[in-house]
C-alpha cells in the first residue's frame, strides 16, 4: 500500500535507537524526508547513515536535548516547516514516588510532557496552513494500566494524553491529526533496563525475568521495533486521515480492558 506521504517532511525524537528509529526508518521507505534527534552523536549519525543507505530517503541527524529550548530551537532550524512531528523520549527510571524530589519531577514534566506540547505549539500552524499534519506521540501501555513503581512516567505521560486529547479535535477540521501510540512490551534497550532492575529487584537472574515478562503477554513475546514502526507510518499515512484523537495499544494483548 502507498501511503501517499512520499516527499513529505518529517521530525522523529529520541530516534538514534528504538522505537524511534523505527518509526524513522518506516517513514524513509515511504519517501518522506527525515530529520532525526537525539543527544548523543555517534548512534544518532550511525542511525542516519543506515537508514538513508537502506531506504534511499534523505535523512538529517540533529544532535539536541529536546527538554531544552536550545535544544528545540536546533530542531526546528534544520527542518523548520514539517509536515509529520513524531514525538517521542525515553521512559522515566522506575522507582518509589517517596524518593522522588520536585527536581525529579520537573525534569520528567520538561521532557515527556513540556517538550511534546512546545515542539506542537512550533509546528502546528504550517500544518494548518498547508491542510496536511500528522503529529504522533510516543507514550505508553501505562497511561492506560499504570504500573506502581513506573509514577513518574504514569503522571507525565498522561498529562500529555489529556492534553492533545483536546487540542486533536480542534485542529481536526484542518487535515491535522494527533494520535498516541501506546507500546507495551518491546525489545529495546529501555526495556532491558527495566527488566534488569526489576530482576535485581526480586533475586532473580534476567532470563528469569525475561521469561517471567513473556509469560505475562497473550502473544508470549516482546514486540519487534519494526512492528511499531509500521504502526507509526500508517497513523501518519492519508489512508490514517479520519483517525484523531485516539490512543493506539500495541502490547501483543496484555492490557486486559475492553475498551
Not at 244 to 253: M, P, V
Request: hydrophobic share 45%.
Amino acid at each position: 500500500m502507498d501511503f501517499g506521504i512520499r516527499g513529505k517532511r518529517a521530525i522523529v525524537c529520541a530516534a538514534s535507537k528504538g522505537l524511534g528509529r523505527s518509526c524513522a526508518e518506516a517513514l524513509a521507505r515511504e519517501g518522506v524526508a527525515v530529520t532525526i534527534a537525539a543527544r548523543t552523536r555517534e548512534p544518532l549519525e550511525a542511525a542516519a547513515r543506515e537508514i538513508e543507505a537502506g531506504t534511499g530517503a534523505p535523512v538529517t541527524s540533529v544532535v539536541a536535548d529536546l527538554a531544552s529550548p536550545e535544544g528545540r530551537a536546533t530542531l526546528l532550524a534544520a527542518c523548520p516547516q514539517p509536515d509529520i512531528l513524531v514525538n517521542n523520549e525515553g521512559g522515566e527510571t522506575p522507582g518509589d514516588f517517596r524518593d522522588w524530589t520536585r527536581e525529579d519531577w520537573l525534569r520528567a514534566l520538561d521532557a515527556n510532557m513540556l517538550a511534546p506540547i512546545e515542539l506542537i505549539r512550533a509546528t502546528i500552524d504550517g500544518m494548518i496552513a498547508r491542510r496536511f499534519g500528522r503529529i504522533v506521540n510516543i507514550t505508553s501501555s501505562t497511561v492506560k494500566a499504570p504500573i506502581a513503581n513506573l509514577g513518574l512516567t504514569n503522571g507525565v505521560r498522561s498529562g500529555l494524553t489529556g492534553f492533545v486529547s483536546g487540542l486533536a479535535r480542534e485542529v481536526a477540521q484542518h487535515g491535522v491529526t494527533i494520535n498516541n501510540i501506546l507500546p507495551g512490551a518491546f525489545d529495546t534497550d529501555r526495556l532491558q533496563l527495566v527488566l534488569g532492575l526489576a530482576a535485581q529487584s526480586a533475586g532473580r537472574t534476567f532470563e528469569e525475568q525475561l521469561a517471567l515478562r513473556k509469560a505475562a503477554i497473550p502473544a508470549r513475546r516482546l514486540g519487534s521495533t519494526e512492528e511499531f514502526g509500521a504502526l507509526c507510518a500508517f497513523v501518519c499515512s492519508t489512508q490514517a486521515g479520519y483517525l484523531t484523537a485516539q490512543n493506539f495499544l500495541i502490547d501483543g494483548g496484555a492490557y486486559p480492558g475492553t475498551l
